[in-house]
């Protein structure tokens, strides 16, 4: 196995963009808990996303969500971020909460809806103008729920037809990123639900289209690393948006339900390439802190990420090839379980103490006094959009 003194130049290439919704008031559809110094506006969601940045070195950009993030000054909320020391990161669009998309956005029947769906596009272009964005991501609630109720195929030419309106509109060096899910909150039919469908709707719109993998976003037992190593080899995987689920899509602190699933995932970034940052691939979370503290449940999110990482890092690979061309089935699975399980948490909090970073984020974010300060300053902060 490499040491880890081998592996710090690749680990220092990790960087993982935090969701600004991540740090405002959610919960479930039976209730969401209010948490006392949550964020009031997209100002203080980045202020916050900067904390976790600050104790780790991990998290350098913040993505937002628009119309949540929508604020009247772009360029004061860019200057912001980076008078902090972050910067603003992908755009996330919203067809999913007007009364207007009720039976679908971009792939509606209706050409007014589906037009509707595609300005708001535009203006998210415009605003990824001002916060010097470099990828539009797009999520769509689109579906059905009942067999008979929508055309399914007709809907496939209409997302293509619209999917390659928006595509038209975005900058040579801009990119737009589709995200699948397979089912919620359409329980019948779902327009974009799996890798297939999003690789051949970007597959035909161009090089800067590429798919995003939210890996809460599978049926359980889905082989997601797999995904990821065949969109890699397709040149497809534009991005992650990580969390973790025991059942649907849980949105909980990724690496906490299945932390080996995280490191197969991690095995096969780093196999094809996509931890380097000249291939594009964007790593994101996309979580909601419901009953536990926001901030400290960010900086243990990258840092678990940081630490699966690090023990793909250490796969000693030639071995393992070995191994796998002399088909030796139960010597290469202990190579590969070798290195996960590997306790690299040791070695990590040297390493942090060694750039200048504290060797435990969590300890120095909960000695800052920044929690007690918010939750000072800040009276009635706001639902982070969604799950009320
Ligand atoms: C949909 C999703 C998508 C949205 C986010 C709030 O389930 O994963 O990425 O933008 O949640
Ligand atoms: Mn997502
Ligand atoms: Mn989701």
Redesign the pocket.
């Known amino acids: 196995m490499p040491q880890f003194s081998e592996i710090t130049t690749d680990l220092a290439q990790l960087a993982i963009e935090l ?1 600004s ?1 991540a740090f405002g008031n959610s919960g479930t559809r039976f209730r969401v808990f209010g948490q006392p110094g949550v964020p009031r506006d997209p100002f203080e969601k980045i202020a916050d996303a900067a904390q976790v940045h600050r104790h780790t070195g991990l998290a350098p950009s913040v993505a937002l ?1 628009i119309p949540w993030d929508r604020v009247d000054d772009f360029d004061r909320l860019r200057a912001h971020a980076a008078d902090l020391g972050v910067a603003l990161g992908t755009i ?1 669009s ?1 067809t999913f909460q007007d009364d207007a998309y009720m039976l679908g956005s971009l792939a509606h029947h209706d050409p007014k809806v589906r037009q509707q769906a595609i300005d708001h596009h535009f203006a998210c272009i415009d605003i990824m103008g001002a916060t010097g964005s470099r990828d539009l ?1 797009i ?1 769509l609630a689109d579906g059905s729920n009942y067999p008979g109720q929508a055309d399914i195929r007709s809907r496939q030419d209409w997302l293509a037809e619209s999917l390659a309106t928006i595509y038209e509109r975005i900058g040579d060096d801009q990119r737009l990123v589709l ?1 699948y ?1 397979f089912f ?1 909150p359409a329980f019948y039919h779902t327009d974009v639900p799996d890798w297939g469908t999003a690789f051949a709707q970007v597959q035909a719109l161009g090089d800067r289209a590429v798919v ?1 993998l ?1 890996t ?2 599978h049926a359980p037992g889905t082989n997601i690393e797999f995904i990821v190593a065949q969109l890699l080899r397709l040149r497809k995987l534009g991005s992650f ?1 990580f969390n973790s689920r025991f059942y649907a ?1 849980d ?1 909980l602190i990724v690496g906490a339900a299945d932390p080996f699933q995280l490191y197969r995932i991690m095995v096969e970034v780093i196999r094809g390439g996509g931890l380097d940052p000249t291939s594009g691939v964007a790593f994101m979370l ?1 979580q909601c802190h419901n009953i536990e503290a926001k901030i400290p449940g960010q900086i243990r999110s990258v840092l678990n990420v940081q630490e699966m990482t690090a023990r793909a890092l250490l796969l000693d690979r030639d071995a393992l090839a070995a191994a796998q061309q002399s088909g030796d089935v139960l010597a290469a699975n202990e190579i590969m379980m070798d290195a996960f399980y590997t306790d690299v948490r040791g070695a990590l909090a040297a390493w942090r103490s060694s750039r200048g970073l504290p060797e435990d984020p969590m300890a120095a974010y909960a000695a800052s006094g920044y929690a007690d300060q918010i939750a000072q300053a800040r009276q009635g902060g706001a639902q982070a959009g ?1 799950g009320a």
Do not use: L
């Open positions: 969701p919704w969500h996330n919203n991501k999520w995200e899910k919620e995003c939210d809460g976003h948006d899509d949105d996309d969604w």
